[in-house]
Every structure is written in structure tokens, then in C-alpha cells.
């Protein structure tokens, strides 16, 4: 029964066929970018670099959901799923869970509320550990999004429920989707001023409950502040039922439209652009403290090399491991 | 000897409970034969197991019922088979009791119609439908909407019976799964009333609804319950509940009139703790379970079915429901236990302990109702959650020796049982030909009905689950119109939507230290996932319409505490489902458990819909109710593992996944930990 490996694929067909939205390719690819052996990362490494550039650069969008715990963010997500799907879009999730501290171990369970009755070639769902990453995306996040970016047309990720600050996915995605509970009976919660810095989008879910949600709805509304550049984007808030169906239309209007704001500023480009260097500079401070980078040369000297080699932030992450871990 | 006196005469002695066997397998007809016989030998009513497919609502040619047809009770897909069930016996002067949930309302349709056909009065129908939703998605399984409209379809069932069949049980609210699940008494207390408050409170709700009618709704509301192994424990907790239910109908419900509050519940015992090894302990274990709820008159028992010694290895015989028939026809007609008033009352030692649980009861409740009532409880996990770690710490008990239970973990040595020796290697099997011959039945139905009539009826239907309208009538319509079973289950399926319900494994706390073993355990765990390049991921499915979660969640919960990323997306998926989740989520390992008994059948399919996706060498492994034969050939065929209830060592079983996964990638297996 012994099962010695297979011969390693090639990374450039492989990155061909996770274009091609080739399911099997996709999963071995994202099992590639997982592994952590030196070689395996050389190979995902190539396998990034021979992803089609301009899928990566300019097509189709990274939506990143962020909240609580328990506020409906994989409800919203099966939602989002089935509008996309209405409308023909192919739809790649990831899914990240938080990891137990003291075993390494995880229940992945976003997956659950996503799945139907019938299976759906068109939609394709990975989970993640946080694997004791703090800002509720694991390192592995950004390139695996990027995978899922060549193959299908909406990119979806979902985060450990996390606190209210430490929102790395702010770091990764295009649009940042937050969601967010409504006040409960007479409870006073007062949602901090800081939530409000981080996402493009604010959903109050559980609109169902009763009348909290339009309550909260309309003291978020009173707390944004209208963008200050002209043409700039303002905080969208809405309210939505995850669970019923009712604003989610209307969640995914407004997300197309920020993607539509993001792509005529040429922000869109911008963020997938810069998004290689923030994802190396955090695993590097992850891994060597900003002592290491000081070593390096300082974020300026990583930024430099890193625009030499624009798709090749995962090959200079196991360059730099190298190096840093040599004393 | 001569000496002793003659018993007491018959006239002071009480009347015993309802003596039931749960029961029915293949068809209509094997099942109408069983029961005959049950009856014949001095059983006083009917209590129906139905198969799988009927209790989600499929027809038997439904690609999901594909290996359940008929395989752990009866399949009923149309009225001709109701009728055929109870063909010779007297529905206006039976009682039966059917363990139906999701499709309660039609199951009760159908019988209705059936007694019409015998032409009965059926004012005077008497029996129980199970109708308690909310178990089914903490524990039981076999739910199919919702809890909104389920909910909205279990108080029909309630509303429609207290109006036209009174003396039927609409709805028996059960705490008896939930023991089953892993919950503590005073959880099983607190559990089953709020879930009783839940639907009452719904019915409350309901236009037209007055306060007699309300009064005589509580008044049928009916309890399973369970009753394990301490059976004097078990014995106040019925003490307890009978008291809790009565200041709840007292208090929140207003009723006063004595013959509404009265506490009726029936009794099946707990299964959960007979063993596999040295199965013939099972049949003083459940002596002593019955001993617990009949004990105390005041809080005896209506109604107790009892389970077999080999409940554990597969389906009883009717031998062995025989042998459990006369357990009770012994403890009623042989024992003195007839013959006394309440002999607990007034005891201080009872007194305590009954008001220790109930404070313990109504501190959950509490808790539940903080969380905003149980179908929120529900939704939420919170209930599901505290089964878990309820049932987690009873295996890490287990585990631990500070339980002890005979033959697992003490006193394991043992001849071997002559009652094992059969051919038949001491189970039931059920004929293959049972789900080809089901499907030629329905296929006879469908062809000899007047479509026009069906597609009116299914109209008919569809409007009233839309519109609020009580579903009864238009599903008995429905089966006098011969709609089958998949066809009611579809139309509503389209109006209500499908759910899947919170896994609970989630909650259970990972501890710092989980002792030498489990040390050791996730050591390897680590150590093969770094060798491998990344966290070693187990998948756990489970395929088919199986219910069983216990051994799955404990199993996903121990892997998660072992170090393993560990996917598991509940019960009731297909094959191909497990696939794509296998191929999505990269795992390195599949485990599946199925218990009820189409594990051959589900592991053909699962191994081809893995090949489909390209993933025919990927290890599975396998858990559950498995024959040593079947274990042999599926062992044989390349399933890597088989794991069987005397597999109680998890810590083992973890580091055996290890190997498994080791041996697969050609890694050293020699090196060992726990
Ligand atoms: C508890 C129980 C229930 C509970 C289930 C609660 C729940 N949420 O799980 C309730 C009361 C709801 C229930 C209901 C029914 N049950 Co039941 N139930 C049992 C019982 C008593 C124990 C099963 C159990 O949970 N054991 C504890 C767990 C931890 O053990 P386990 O699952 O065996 O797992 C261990 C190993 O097998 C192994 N393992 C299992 N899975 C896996 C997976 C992997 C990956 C690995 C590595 C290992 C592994 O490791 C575990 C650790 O020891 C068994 C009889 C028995 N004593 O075994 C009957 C039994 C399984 N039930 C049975 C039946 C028929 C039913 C019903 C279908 C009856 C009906 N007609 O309605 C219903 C409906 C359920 C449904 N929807 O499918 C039959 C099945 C008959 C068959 N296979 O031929 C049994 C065998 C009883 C009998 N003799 O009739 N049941
Ligand atoms: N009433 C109501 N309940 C909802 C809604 N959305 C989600 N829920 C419920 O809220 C609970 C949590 O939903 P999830 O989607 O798992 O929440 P989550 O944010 O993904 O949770 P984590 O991933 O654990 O942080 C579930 O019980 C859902 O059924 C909604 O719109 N209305
Ligand atoms: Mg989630």
C-alpha cells in the first residue's frame, strides 16, 4: 500500500491549469503553497510566478470579510456565494480558522454553512488554520488567495472571528467587508470609532432579530465620515439577513461597486501591486522581529528588491528565511 | 419453601405500563408479521422504528437512500404501504407509538387514512407520533428544514390532534437522545422542558388559541426519557422533572385542572453505555436502567421499550427482542413492585438529590433562556456544544478509568460467548432484496394513481405550507391521493428551504496537558505533518443518511486535541460531497463513520467519487457498526483501518492515524507513542 510521490509537477503547467479553473489543479497548487519543505517552496514560488499577471493584477476581486465571532460571517458568505452564482461568477473561498494554541490542532467549520445540497463545480472552498498567526488570516492567505484569484472570478475570505483591531486583511484583499452585530435588547454596545478606519464596507447582519439592526445601522450611519479626497470613497453601511436572504443583493451591489470605484482610480492596481510587499514585510517581523528586517537593509532596502522581481515576494520570503536564519 | 406466602391478590395490584418493542425493518408486510407476533406474545402496543429515507422524506429510489431502504426499520412511501402494516390489526383499538420527526405530519396523515380505509372512528385513534424537532437537531438527526417551519409544522401536528384525534400523543418532547448524546441528567432535565416551552409557547402565539384549548394542549404534550446505568440518580430525575413540569404548567400556562397536569412519560434505556465487549452484560444493565423508572409510583413510567443485550453488534433478532419483552413481563408480573404506594417518598436522601437536580435544571434553563430560548439555543451551537463536552468528558473518563464499565475498561478477560456462535454471528441481517422489491412497491404505486388527482393534492399542499394553513389536512388529502413519501418531503423541501445544523465540536476546550499519552500522540502528530511539509488535515464524513454523530464529533474533537486540522461538516452528506470536500480542503487522511448499517454500500460510492476527483489513492479509514465480516472484506478491498465501539481507546486510535498516514507516504512506521 506503501504510496511513494509522484513525480513533482511541472509549476508552469500547473499555474496553466489553475487558470484553466481546473479544480484538481487548484487544490494541488493550494496543497503546494501549504507545504513548507525548501524545495516544495521553490516550486510555489515558480508556480506564483507563472500565474497570468494580468488576472493578477487587474481581473476579477478579493473580497476579505471580516467581524466577531458568531455574527454570520460564513451565513453571509453561502449568501454571497449563491448571488454570484446567479449571475454566472465562479466563486473560490478561503476560509480561516482560529488553531489551538497548545495543540496546533483545529475544527475548520466555516465550510458547514457553505455547502449544498448539490455539489457546485463552479464554487470552491478551502480552510484554513491561523496556525497562531494574531490578525485572524494566516501567512498563507495572501498566496493562496492569489491562486484562487487565476482561477475564479470572485475570491472570497473569511477570517477567524477577531477582536476589533487586528484586521490583516486589510493588507490583502481589494474590499474590505465588515460585519457586524446588531445591539442586542437594551445592551448598549458602543461600537468603537477604530472598526471604522478598516473596512470599505459595513454590513449589520441579523437584520431579522428585530429592530437592533436598524438601530445600529443608523448610529453607524451618523459616525462616518464622507471621504475627504474628492471622488474618494465613503463608508458604505447597510443591513443585511444572512440567514433570510434580505440585503444581500444589495451587500454585493455595493461590493461591485467599490470594485468598480477601486478599478477607474487605478486603486485596484495599486493594492494588488503594494499587497506583495505588506504580506513579506509581516511574515518578515513575524519571523525575525523588525530587528531582522533592520538586518536587511530596512522596509525601503525589501521594497527596492521586491520591485525588481514584482511577482516574486514568496521566492524572497524563502531567500530572506535563508539568509536570516544563517548567523 | 412452602412456607412463603401466596402473592398479594391481583385486585391491589397497579395496572403495569404500556410494554412496547421498538420495532420494523424491510417492508410493510415483514414488519406487519413482526408485529403480529410482538403482540401475540402479550405485548400491549406498537412502537414503529421507521428506515431512514421515510424519516427524511425520500422516496426509496432517491439516490441518497441508496443502501437504507428498509435497512434499520420500515420504509412507508405511500399509503399502500401504511395499509399493508397494519393489515389485521385494529387501528381504532391499537396504540402505537411512531418515532417519526420531520415527517410527523405526514406519517400521522397516512395513518389517519389508513384507519379511514379500515373504516375506523378516528376520533378515537390512540398512539404517539415522536414530533420533537429540536432532539433531532441536537442529537437525533433526522431533520430536514429549519427550525422556524419545522417548528411551525410540529405545533400543527399538536393543534390539529387536540381538535380532531384527542386522545392521540402529538408530541412526545425527548430528553431520551439527548442522554443518548451525551448529556448529563440535569442537562437532559433542562434540555427536554425548554424545549416543551419552546412549542408551547409557539402554540400560545397562535390566532385563535384560548386558554382552555391551551390547557388541553399542555395536557397532551407526552415525554421520552432515558434512564441509564445509576439508576438511583435516574430515579429523582424523574422525581424532578415530574415537578418541574407541573409548576411549569401551573405557572406559565395556567392549567389547574389535575388530569391536564399529570406528567405521562414513556422509557427507553440507555443504549449508550451497553458494550460490544462481553455483550451478554448488557442484559443486567438494562434491568437495572428499567429498575430505576418504574420503581418510584409516583413517577413511574407510561410506557418502556427496552433495548437488546446485543445492541451494540447490530439489529436485534426477535429472539433477542423477546428476551427483552420478558424482562419487563418479569420485573411487572413476578416481582412485588406492583403491589406498593410510592416507596421513596419521604425519604430525605431522595429529597435531596431530587433538589439538587432541579436546582441543577433550572440553572441550565436559565442558561438557555439567556441565549434566547432553545430553537435560538439551537441555532447558535450553544446547546450542541454542551452535549459535546458533556460526551467528551465521558469518554476521557472512560479513557481514564475513573468510570468504570465492565468488560471496556476493568474486568476485560473473558470466555468466549456462546451466544455469538450463530450463523447469523448473533445480529439481524436484513435481505438485500428489501430495497429492490421497496422500489418495485413504489414504482407499482405511482403507476396505478390518477396523476391529476396527485399533482391537485401536491397543489394543495405547497399552498398551505405557504400560506400558514395547518398542513394536516391537505397532506391526509395527499395520501388518499397516493403521493409518496419523497414527493411530500420535495414539496415541502421547496417551500422551506434544507438546514444543516451546528456540529457543537467547536466548544470543547483543548486542554495545556492532556497527560503522557496524548503528549506523545501530538508529538508524532507534528513531527509526520513537518515531514509531510504541512499540519497533517483528517477529514471526517459522514456519508448516507446516518444520524450517528457521537463517534464522529468525539473522534473529530480528540484529532483536534492530537494536533490534527480536522474538517468535519456534520451528518447526512453524499458521497460526492465528501469527495469535493477531500479534494477542496488537501487532507492527507478520510475517516468515515457510519452506523447504520450501509457501510458497504457507502464505501463503494465514497471510493468511486474520490477516483472521479482524482483522489482514488487517498487512505480511508472506517468507524462505526461494522460486522467483523464486513470489516474483513472492506479490510481486504484497501480500507486501511476499521474501528468497531470496543475501540474505545482514542489516544490509540490517533496514534494508529498517525501510522496509517506514515505507511501511505512510505514514511518509517516503527516509530511509536502512545
Ligand atoms: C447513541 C445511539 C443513538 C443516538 C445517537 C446520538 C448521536 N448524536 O450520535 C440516537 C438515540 C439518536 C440513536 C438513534 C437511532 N439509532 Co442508534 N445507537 C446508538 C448506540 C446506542 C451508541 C452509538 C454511539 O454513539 N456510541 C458511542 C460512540 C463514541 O461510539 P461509536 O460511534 O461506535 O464510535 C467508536 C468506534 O466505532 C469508532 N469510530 C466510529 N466512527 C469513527 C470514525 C473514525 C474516523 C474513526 C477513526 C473511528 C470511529 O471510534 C469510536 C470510539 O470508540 C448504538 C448501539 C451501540 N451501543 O453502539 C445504536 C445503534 C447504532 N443505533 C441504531 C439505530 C437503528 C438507530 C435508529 C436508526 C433507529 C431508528 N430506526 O430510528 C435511530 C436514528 C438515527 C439516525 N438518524 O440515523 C442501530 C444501528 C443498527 C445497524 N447498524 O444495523 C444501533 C447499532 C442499535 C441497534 N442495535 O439497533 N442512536
Ligand atoms: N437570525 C439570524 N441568524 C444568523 C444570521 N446570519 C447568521 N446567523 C446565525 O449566527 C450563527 C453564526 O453564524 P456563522 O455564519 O457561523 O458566523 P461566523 O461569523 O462565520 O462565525 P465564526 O466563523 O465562528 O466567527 C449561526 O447560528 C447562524 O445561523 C442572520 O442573518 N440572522
Ligand atoms: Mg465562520
Redesign the interface.
Known sequence: ?????QPAEAPASLAAAVAAGD??AV?RA??LI????AA?HDRAAELLAALPEDRLLGAGHLVGLTGPP?VGKSTLTAALIRHWRGEGLTVGVLAVDP??P????????D???M?T?A?DPGV????L?D?GTFGGVSAEAWPMSQILLAAFDRVLIETVGVGQREVDIADLADTIVFVAQPYSGDAIQVIKAGILEVPDILVVNKADLGAGARRTLSDLAAAIRPAEEPGGWTLQALAASAAIGTGVAETAGTIERHRAWLADSGHLVERRQTAPLRWLLARLVERFGRHGIGRLGGDGAVAERLAEAPTGAFALLGEYNRLLSQH | MSETKPAAPAATRDKPWLIRTYSGHSSAAASNALYRGNLAKGQTGLSVAFDLPTQTGYDADHPLARGEVGKVGVPISSIDDMATLFDQIPLEQMNTSMTINATAPWLLALYIAAAERQGADTAKLQGTVQNDIIKEYLSRGTYIFPPAPSIRLTGDVITYSVDEIPKWNPMNVCSYHLQEAGATPTQEIAYALSTAITILDELKGRPGMDEAEMARSVGRISFFVNAGIRFIEECCKMRAMAAMWDRIARERYGVTDEKLLRFRYGVQVNSLGLTEAQAENNVQRIVLEMLGVVLSKNARARAVQLPAWNEALGLPRPWDQQWSLRVQQVMAFETDLLEYGDILDGSPVIEAKVNDLIAGAEAEMAAVANEGGMTRAVE?GYVKRRLVESHTNRMRAIESGDLTIVGINKYTETHPSPLMTGSDGGILKVDASAEGEQIARLEKTRSQRDPAAVAEALDRLRAAAASGENILPASIACAHARVTTGEWGGTLREVFG?Y?A??G??GVI???A?GARLEGV?RR??ETGDA????LRLLIGKPGLDGHSNGAEQI?VK????????????IR??P??IA??A????VHLIGLSVLSGSHLELMEEVRRELAA??LA?L?VILGGIIPEDDAFHLREG?V?RVYTPKDADLNAIMDDLVDVIR????LDPSEQAA
Open positions: 500500500m506503501t504510496h511513494l510521490a479544480r484538481g487544490a493550494l496543497n501549504d507545504d513548507h519543505r516544495a458568531g488553531s489551538s497548545f495543540s496546533g490542532g483545529a475544527v475548520l467549520g465550510r458547514l454553512r455547502i445540497p455539489t470552491f472552498v478551502r480552510s488554520a496556525r | 447558535s434544507e444543516r451546528p456540529t465540536i467547536d483543548v486542554g495545556r492532556g501530538r502528530v507534528k509531510l511539509g504541512r499540519p473529530a484529532a483536534r486535541d492530537a494536533g490534527f486540522e480536522v474538517v468535519y461538516d456534520g452528506l453524499s460526492k460531497q469535493t470536500a479534494l477542496e480542503e488537501g476527483v482524482g489513492g487512505p484497501g486501511a505507511a501511505h507516504h512510505g
